[in-house]
């Protein structure tokens, strides 16, 4: 008879405090999504692109929402 392990259920993470707890959760994330896990590291070009082109694009996305309707 084979044993079933369950996972246990993490709990969700709090949103940061300030801007810098946020930057640490974010550089996290990012490494460990951007991680190739061939002994290179992360492909830090790549992510810093990404970030730049999403951080623009929130930037884009708030300012067309907070723009005044017709």
Do not use: C, I
């Not at 830090?44 to 884009?60: N, Q, T």
């Amino acid at each position: 008879m084979s044993s079933r392990r369950t996972a246990q259920s993490r709990q969700p993470a709090s949103p940061p405090a300030n801007a810098e707890d946020g930057t640490a959760h974010v550089r996290a994330a990012l490494v460990k999504l951007f991680d190739w896990r061939d002994g290179t590291g992360a492909d830090w070009k790549l992510m810093l692109e990404s970030l730049y082109r999403a951080g623009f694009k929130l930037a884009d996305d708030q300012l067309a929402d907070d723009a005044p309707g017709p």
